[in-house]
Each structure stands twice: as C-alpha cells, then as structure tokens.
C-alpha cells in the first residue's frame, strides 16, 4: 500500500509516492455500515446515497481528514460502543445533528489522475513480466476473485496485461457471502464471458 493522506476538500484519500512502512489501509465507510454500528444517533445523512461518507482504519473512523469517532468492543453479536472523539476544546469534533456530506469520489480520482495512471502502468507491466517469465512452466494463470473491490481491481490489471486465454477468474463461493458479493460475482461473470475469458 502506498501512503496516502485524508483530503478535506473531496472527503476522499490522496496517495502518496512512497510505499507505507506498515500496513495502513483505509476502507470507504457507506451508510449501511453507519447505520449498522449505530451512527445515525449522531448524525444525519442519506441513507440512499451510493458513495460513502467516512474512511475507517481499523476502529478509527475520519470525515474530511479528521478523526471523528471509534467503535470500542464488539463481537459477532454485540455491537460496538461508538466514541465521539473530542476536539482539543473537549468538544465533539462532528456534534450531534452534524449532516455528513458524501466524498466526492470524481473529485478524489481527479485529484489522483496522475499517479493513478503511472501505478497502473507500472503493475500492468509487472503483471506481463511475471507471465512471460512463467508462461512455460504453467498450464494457466489463475487471478483469485473474491467479489470484493481489491479482486476488480486486480482483475482490471490483469485484464489489461494478458491474452484472454492466458488465465482464468476463479471464485471461491464459501456459501456464506452477502448478497452484494454474488452481484458482483455476476456481473464480473458476465463481463469475462463477454471479453472472452
């Protein structure tokens, strides 16, 4: 994982240019989590919204570069207690009735063009480096697809780097995924059918 540094202005993440020293990996926050762990006796947002409105790291959840508030304990089946954390004035850094504005995920990319684009090169050419040093040891590659973002992400590169039928998407289905995972799934199915893989 690169570093990367919380953007006030877009909500979003802005990357950096050197490898983070330790594993530190914000995840987007949408509503259905907020709603989950409890957040909406706190503030106010639209629970139809299709972006996401905070970034968690671990328990720590950050609006617009901030960190605003933690989930303490927890268990499969007992929800966490939810901490507002407090600005240097003791005061709660997002208070009660506060309305969440969602990030502002095009602004965020555009803000992230450039060394987007010069990553994606780069792990496209190192993905081909990799086949063309084994490509006569194997039968067939296989990219590992779970459904989940990193997994289209992957598979986006991979895509980009290899023949069609240099490798297959396989799919673990364990029985136990959310609804959403088959979607994706899916619709990923569909695509690579389409594309020819």
């Known amino acids: 994982m690169y570093t990367c540094t919380h953007d006030p202005d877009t909500g979003g993440l802005l990357l950096g240019d ?3 020293p330790f594993s530190k990996e914000p995840r ?8 989950l762990l409890g957040f909406d006796r706190f503030w106010t947002y639209d629970r139809d919204c299709p972006d996401p409105y905070l970034w968690a ?9 901030k960190k605003v508030a933690k989930a303490n304990g927890g268990s499969l089946h ?3 207690e939810i901490e507002l954390l407090k600005d240097e004035t003791g005061a709660d850094v997002l208070p009660a009735g506060f309305t969440l504005e969602p990030v502002d995920i095009a602004a965020m990319t555009e803000k992230n063009a450039l060394r987007l684009s010069a ?4 792990t496209v050419r190192k993905i081909y480096d990799v086949y063309r040093k084994y490509e006569k040891k194997l039968d067939c590659f ?3 697809f779970s459904g989940g973002k990193d ?3 992957l598979l986006e590169l991979v895509r980009r780097a ?3 039928t240099a490798f297959l998407v396989v799919f673990g289905d364990t029985g136990m995924e959310f609804p959403d995972t088959y979607a994706a799934v899916d619709e990923v199915e569909r695509r690579c059918n389409a594309d020819g893989i």
Do not use: F, I
């Open 18 to 20: 050197e490898l983070s």
């Open 78 to 80: 007992e929800r966490p």
């Open 28 to 35: 987007p926050v949408w509503a259905k989590e907020l709603d």
């Open 119 to 122: 990553l994606e090169t780069l």
């Open 57 to 65: 790291e671990a328990n720590v959840y950050w609006y617009r570069g």
């Open 151 to 153: 997994s289209v992400a």
């Open 142 to 144: 296989h990219v590992a």
């Open 162 to 164: 290899l023949p069609r």
